[in-house]
């Protein structure tokens, strides 16, 4: 009795690799098995660079959104006062805040002051949002405060005032300019409300790496800010940043009680919630997509493979009938077609990880050539086109890649075990 084979025997890789470098003479063969390489390289290396584009821009928006961004603001539905009229904000804030930071996982409480107000210097206007806050909490804020990409003293912020980047540019101004801020609600007179006008000086001009935040914050001291808007002895809110902002939903009871009966909760996820949900979709639609990008050029296996048995027929016959099984010739054209698809997937990876990795220099060159313009920050909210590469994207990326390459190729490499080998020989 002869012996069986193991599987995937020496001498199946040996026909396989044969057959793959077959010549243009014996059927064209090898053009064939080139289609369908390029095609499954081009199509991991789409997967993976969409992949770590799509978690760049959801890990740069999320992180400008905390960095500068209060994880969650507390404040008050407003209480009656005894003339009936209805006040906002917090009277005892420092208490509450000193409570909110007793909360396990609070990192950062610190009382606010909001207004908006138009700026005007150098002969340019423009709208302003003004954030009143303590120079100690300032210097806490994530890409505002200590360490940040800024310029400037924020050791004299108690004298002056701390603005973004983009109203420095837009404005023509740098550390040591003055500037005016003008609100609707100033003086209260008599006949109703003045406008306010008062001019301070730049001490502190810092980068946040969001667009409309460098664009439209400015930063007052509390009290200034409490004078200036008619807040005396009130904070608008409490800004509270979490060691954990992706689970700021466990923090809320704590908050809503520290707050006190009046206190609501306004958390990050609610101002960019429906953004993060829009990019989930997209990004799974992405996925689909380019899966079936991925799946059409595993199907040129499929094309390669069938112009390969047919070519070979007289071949599978005389392997037949020399002894090789069924399973012989199905593991011979199995590794034919899953050799193409391992090695394309390999070059997929390489080139969608280099991708990823050198994405700054590849955009700059993209930029050049289309002569610049391709990325608006106004509009992305961030400055440029982020990249990070994930291990399980690139897994599911190999995985999808893989597991479709097998698959298409056992329906030719069943065909050809199948095949008669009498039929195969007949008209040899």
């Known amino acids: 009795m002869t012996p069986r084979t193991p599987p995937f025997a020496a001498f199946e890789w040996m026909i396989a690799w044969r057959y793959l470098r077959a010549r243009r003479a014996e059927g064209g063969v090898s053009v064939m098995t080139w289609i369908s390489l390029i095609g499954i390289t081009l199509a991991v290396f789409a997967l993976i660079a969409t992949l770590a584009v799509r978690a760049g821009f959801r890990a740069e928006f999320v992180d400008t959104i905390l960095g500068a961004n209060a994880h969650v603001a507390v404040y008050s539905a407003g209480r009656v006062t005894d003339t009936g009229q209805l006040a906002t904000g917090f009277v005892d804030y420092d208490p509450i805040a000193e409570q909110i930071r007793a909360i396990p996982g609070v990192v950062r409480a610190a009382p606010v002051v909001k207004g908006q107000v138009m700026v005007t210097a150098n002969d340019v206007t423009t709208g302003a949002e003004v954030y009143g806050m303590r120079r100690a909490d300032l210097e806490t804020i994530p890409r505002v405060g200590l360490g ?20 420095a540019r837009k404005l023509g101004l740098t550390v040591g300019d003055r500037m005016r801020l003008i609100s609707p609600n100033g003086v209260k007179t008599a006949f109703g409300s003045s406008p306010r006008v008062n001019a301070y000086e730049v001490v502190y001009v810092f ?85 079936i990008l991925v799946l059409i050029a595993a199907m040129n296996i499929i094309s390669g493979l069938i ?45 969608g990880c280099l991708f990823a990795l050198y994405i700054d220099p590849i ?38 890649s893989l597991g479709l390459s097998f698959i298409v190729t056992l329906f030719p490499a069943r065909r050809a075990a199948r095949m008669n080998p009498v039929e195969a020989l007949r008209y040899e």
């Not at 310029?151 to 973004?164: S, T």
């Not at 200034?224 to 002895?233: M, P």
């Not at 090695?343 to 997929?348: L, Q």
Request: aromatic letters at 10%; charged letters at 20%; one cysteine or more.
């Open 148 to 167: 940040a990409d800024a310029y400037g003293n924020i050791a004299d912020f108690d004298r002056g005032i701390a603005i973004g980047s983009g109203i």
């Open 207 to 291: 980068t946040a790496g969001r667009y409309d935040i460098d664009q439209t914050r400015i930063y007052m001291p509390l009290a200034e800010a409490q004078s200036y808007f008619n807040r005396e002895g009130v904070a608008d809110e409490v800004e509270v940043m979490v060691a954990d902002p992706e689970g700021v939903d466990a923090y809320m009871p704590a908050l809503l009680a520290a707050g006190g009966e009046t206190a609501l909760l306004w958390t990050w996820r609610d101002s960019a919630g429906a953004f993060l949900r829009a990019l989930d979709i997209e990004d799974n639609v992405m996925f689909i997509i380019l899966s």
């Open 307 to 351: 112009m390969l048995v047919k070519n070979k027929g007289r071949d599978i016959g005389i392997l037949r009938t020399m002894g090789l099984t069924e399973g012989s010739i199905l593991r011979v054209f199995f590794i034919c077609g899953a050799s193409t698809g391992l090695v394309g997937t390999a070059m997929g990876v390489v080139l």
């Open 363 to 400: 955009f700059s060159l993209v930029n050049y050539v289309a002569g610049g313009g391709v990325w608006d920050p106004s509009i992305r909210g961030i400055y440029a086109l982020p990249a990070k590469l994930l291990p399980g994207d690139v897994l599911s990326a190999v995985s999808l």
